[in-house]
């Protein structure tokens, strides 16, 4: 059994990862971090280099926990690849960062956490960023 | 020796072309479709050859004239011959080349794309620019570029808003409109 | 050179609404540089319709801003993402982006920045001097001699520039050929028009070239498919340093002046300067594997070339008339719509016009010199927007304006029908870029040869006959057989080769 925990290079994104990774250490289980950039785009922001993504195995590894990053690519819709990786790594749990949006900015922009929380078939742990 | 000191000039331009080619052949790999075969580069100079020879054939119906004289069809009637000497030339040499592209189920895409521009041409006069534009959107975005409904939506509008208040508004230029 | 026709000309650039305009141009142009897709051609094809709502000295002075601001653009791309944004930056790719591996970034976009303007100035000087010049040498050409140098011009663009030759050739005499349809001048016999009313006054330049390069390059783009997500480099100290300036000066002065001569050929250009440049940087330099690991040069040569040649490549336009390349013909497309014909006479007859654009391109080039790098990260950002969104955007762009043109659903289906064809053939192999530079050129060359054999009393030997149209078509002869002659040279060569390589294996070690 395996962590997916979802990662961009936010606050939130920060908050996801220590609680998953704390969590893999309480159960001793293997992470995935899944950086997903969307398909399309030249420049995605929420993509992370290698460098940045060598630093998070490490600090996986610094509290002993079996780490890799995944890149898989998402099209329209993202629960299609969160649940293709879940299927495939046999994820028992997936952590997400949420940030505060607005209902305006929820009915425009539309909130893919909130629809990962709703269709995916395993447990969410949606974690804050810390004020 | 001197075989030797002649051999890298040339040498060194043809590897830098080389790492471009190899560079451009890359990236054209990652983004098209795959090269077509020589039944793509027969059938294309044969439509060039279509078009020389219908061209020439037209061209002497509008009568030749002589060099001192010469008739409306004598200049296209030069040119269609040279289009078709050409294209005969084509049809020997370029079967094996690989600078064309397979059509493939994206090609699908380039076809809905086009039914929408004859469709925008078609209603724009009819029911003004707005609605044909809003569609073609739609269209674009949600089936062409596989974009959620949401942001199918928000972007038409926001595009179809802009494009009157640019045109209609900000340059005043006519077109015909709805609202 | 006309001094006070000159300094009118700041006076005209310098109007506020020549500055706007100006700066507009060279924006879109960085921006069509960034992003992948549209090229400069088919940008100015697309923004075409402006000519005809906007002052003409500014819609020029836009168009031209796009073309070369688009050199500046393409840099980005290519340094921080390993992603060239335009053909004339591919080159830079790799030195640029080794250069950003090692953190210096900053470094590679500053010297290509400094290095296209040098580059840029020393070719706008160039022009400035030359220009009259050219054009008071040509104004004593007749009718044989302009014919004689449009076909030259014609096969240049067709054999040099990209593309297989043969097709290339193809392509700009069906070109010749469609411009041909509609009314004969000479004869008033229609041709070509089956009866229609609107065929009958020909068709349309803008209307064609926003089809082959517009509508076509839409439709074409329609099937890409992108490729991965990349991580921009970071940019951090974006001025060079003293010595990285100093190893950079020969390169950005050898790379002005190969800029500039190839700018000039027709069919050469922004790309194969910046080819050429580096080329020569790598030959002469003293620690040739430096190239490709982060050379300074490496990104200073091509940059200051490309920018060098798009400037010089407006000479042929400006003086003789002949555009040099695609993003040419569409400016000529402009100044006939404008009703000034492009030729010798222009700078006597449209002296606005003519000094207008040329002082603009100073003055455009110290906005892209300070702009550039202020906005790296805005484009950047911009980068994230999926193209998917982008191109609806330019579709109905195109649509609205070609019939904002003569108001007409006619042109809409002209340019949907070239936009076809254009498409098509992208998809086999032909360039459209020679198709259209003939088409443009198609009705002067036809009237230049009918007056020449009027002159001649229909004796075509008389172009041979005439010393200066004698040397172009002699010229022509030379460029016609030299990849012949070429091609018959290497397979001797490749023959010889393959013997002596087993001469060398058949002997002991």
Redesign the interface.
């Known amino acids: 059994m395996t962590i997916l925990i979802g990662f961009v290079p936010t606050a939130a994104g920060e908050a996801a990862l220590a609680a998953g990774l704390s969590e893999a250490v309480r159960s001793g289980e293997d992470v995935v971090i899944l950086n997903s950039p969307r398909?399309?785009a030249t420049v995605d922001a929420d993509l992370i280099g290698e460098d940045v993504a060598e630093d998070l195995l490490a600090r996986a590894s610094a509290q002993g926990v079996v780490a890799r990053v995944d890149h898989a690519e998402h099209?329209?819709?993202i629960v299609d690849t969160f649940e293709a990786l879940v299927d495939r790594t046999n994820a028992r749990l997936v952590v997400l960062g949420l940030r505060r949006r607005s209902p305006v900015g929820k009915l425009?922009?539309?909130s893919d956490a909130q629809r990962l929380l709703l269709e995916l078939e395993v447990p969410v742990l949606a974690v804050k960023p810390a004020p | 020796m001197s075989e030797r000191d002649e051999r890298p000039?040339p040498a060194?331009?043809s590897d830098?072309?080389a790492?471009?080619e190899a560079?451009?052949a890359r990236?054209r790999e990652?983004?098209?479709?795959p090269a077509?075969g020589p039944a793509?580069?027969v059938?294309?100079t044969l439509v060039?050859l279509a078009?020389?020879v219908t061209?020439a054939v037209?061209?002497y119906g509008?009568?030749l004239g002589?060099?001192?004289?010469?008739?409306?069809?004598l200049?296209?009637f030069v040119?269609?011959v040279?289009?078709v000497i050409?294209?005969l030339?084509?049809l020997v040499?370029?079967r094996h080349?690989d600078?064309?592209?397979k059509?493939?189920r994206?090609?699908l895409?380039?076809l809905v794309?086009?039914v929408?521009?004859?469709g925008?041409?078609?209603l724009?006069?009819v029911i003004g620019?707005e609605i044909p534009?809003l569609l073609?959107?739609v269209i674009?975005?949600r089936f062409?570029?596989?974009?959620?409904w949401?942001?199918t939506i928000?972007?038409?509008l926001v595009?179809v808003t802009a494009?009157y208040l640019l045109?209609l508004v900000g340059?005043r230029?006519?077109?015909p409109h709805l609202f | 050179m006309d001094i006070s026709a000159f300094l009118d000309g700041f006076a005209v650039v310098t109007e506020p609404q020549n500055l706007f305009y100006c700066l507009l141009g060279v924006l879109i142009g960085m921006l069509i540089g960034v992003l992948p897709g549209l090229g400069p051609a088919a940008t100015m094809a697309i923004l075409l319709p402006i000519v005809y709502?906007v002052d003409p000295v500014s819609a020029v002075i836009m168009l031209a801003g796009i073309y070369y601001g688009a050199q500046y653009g393409g840099t980005i791309t290519s340094v921080l993402l390993q992603?060239?944004g335009e053909a004339s930056s591919?080159?830079t790719?790799?030195d640029g982006f080794a250069l950003a591996k090692q953190g210096k970034a900053g470094t590679a976009l500053g010297i290509a920045a400094i290095g296209s303007f040098v580059g840029a100035t020393i070719s706008i000087v160039g022009l400035t001097l030359l220009a009259p010049l050219v054009a008071s040498w040509a104004l004593d050409f007749g009718p044989p001699e302009y014919a004689a140098l449009a076909l030259l011009g014609v096969l240049l663009v067709a054999t040099i520039g990209s593309?297989?030759t043969?097709?290339a050739?193809?392509a700009a005499?069906?070109g010749?050929?469609f411009a041909?349809v509609g009314r004969?001048s000479?004869?008033n016999?229609s041709?070509?028009t089956f009866d229609s009313l609107q065929l009958a006054d020909g068709l349309d330049f803008v209307v064609v070239a926003m089809g082959l390069f517009g509508?076509g390059e839409?439709?074409?783009n329609?099937?890409?498919?992108?490729?991965k997500a990349h991580v921009p480099a970071k940019v951090a100290n974006v001025w060079p340093s003293r010595k990285d300036m100093k190893q950079s000066s020969g390169a950005i002065g050898r790379g002005s002046l190969i800029g500039f001569f190839l700018g000039v050929l027709p069919g050469g250009g922004a790309v194969m300067a910046s080819?050429a440049a580096?080329?020569t940087e790598?030959?002469i330099a003293k620690e040739?594997e430096r190239f490709?690991r982060g050379a300074i040069e490496g990104v200073a040569a091509p940059e200051t070339a490309n920018n060098a040649a798009a400037t010089s490549s407006f000479i042929p336009l400006l003086t003789l008339g002949i555009p040099a390349n695609a993003s040419m013909a569409m400016l000529f497309a402009a100044l006939l719509v404008l009703g000034v014909s492009p030729g010798p006479q222009l700078v006597e007859e449209n002296p606005e016009l003519f000094w207008g654009v040329i002082n603009s391109m100073y003055i455009g080039n110290i906005l892209l010199l300070i702009l550039s790098i202020p906005l790296v990260g805005l484009f950047v950002r911009i980068l994230r927007v999926?193209p998917?969104?982008l191109?609806?955007?330019t579709?109905?762009i195109t649509?609205?304006g070609v019939?904002?043109i003569n108001?007409s659903?006619f042109d809409?289906?002209v340019m949907?029908a070239f936009?076809?064809i254009g498409?098509?053939m992208?998809?086999?192999?032909?360039e459209p870029g020679p198709m259209v530079l003939a088409f443009v050129l198609g009705a002067i060359l036809?009237d230049s040869?009918?007056r020449s054999?009027l002159i001649f009393?229909?004796?075509?030997t008389g172009f041979f006959t005439r010393p200066i149209s004698g040397t172009i078509l002699a010229l022509f002869v030379l460029v016609v057989l030299f990849p012949i002659v070429g091609a018959i040279r290497t397979r001797r060569s490749a023959r010889t080769a393959t013997t002596d390589h087993s001469d060398r294996e058949d002997s002991p070690r």
């Open positions: 398909r399309g099209g329209s819709d425009v922009l539309g | 000039a060194r331009r830098i072309l790492e471009l560079e451009t990236e990652e983004h098209r479709p077509g793509y580069q059938a294309s060039a078009v020389g061209g037209l061209a509008y009568g002589t060099l001192r004289r010469p008739g409306a069809g200049w296209p040119i269609a040279v289009v050409l294209s030339l084509l040499l370029g080349l600078d064309s592209e059509f493939t994206s090609s895409l380039v794309g086009l929408t521009f004859v925008l041409g078609v724009l006069p620019f534009a073609l959107c674009w975005l062409l570029g596989g974009e959620t949401r942001s928000v972007i038409s595009t494009f045109f340059l230029i006519p077109l | 709502t992603l060239p591919v080159v790719v790799f593309g297989h043969v097709k050739l193809i005499t069906i010749l050929l041909t004969d000479f004869t016999a041709r070509f509508v839409i439709l074409y329609l099937e890409a498919r992108y490729g080819l580096y080329a790598k030959r040739p490709g999926r998917a969104i191109a609806p955007i579709a109905l649509i609205l019939y904002t108001n659903t809409i289906f949907i936009g076809v498409y098509l992208k998809k086999t192999g032909f036809e040869v009918r054999l009393d229909g004796d075509p």
